[in-house]
């Protein structure tokens, strides 16, 4: 378990961008943390930090953003309004699954049992107004249900 404070949108992208750096293509990474704690703002960093130029958003009405670079796919799911497995299944996600793309989701709490016993999950604690403790675990740390 890695963690790091962030105390700045700033930051937050250059520790997302590092560790895009360090990531295997096909990885797919969760983010745990509630409404505005920097979801969207780290995946800006890690498409950045992956080459990518594109404009990050939050996928929350388009459920799916797909950023393309030279070399690398990154597709961005917001699991907010997934319910059950039917609703994942609507989303698409396990289409995109066991291919050379990364796969980043927020609310993944709510598709938990759905990752890969692989997945790499980004636990973000707000601070303050502009800090941030950003949390990096695997699925196994966490006790099954």
Known sequence: MKEFVSNSYE???KIAGEFAKTVEKGSVIGFIGGL?????AFTTGFVK?????ADVSSPTFAI???YI?????VYHFDMYRV???DDLY???YFDYLNNDAYILAEWSENIFAALPD???IIEIEKLSDTSRKIIFKKKTDYPED
């Open 11 to 13: 930051e937050t992208l």
């Open 36 to 40: 505005g704690m920097g979801k969207t």
């Open 49 to 53: 930090g992956l080459g990518i130029d």
């Open 64 to 66: 799916c953003n797909e």
């Open 69 to 73: 670079g030279d070399y690398c796919r």
């Open 83 to 85: 319910e059950d497995w």
């Open 90 to 92: 609507s989303t698409g």
């Open 118 to 120: 692989d997945a790499t």
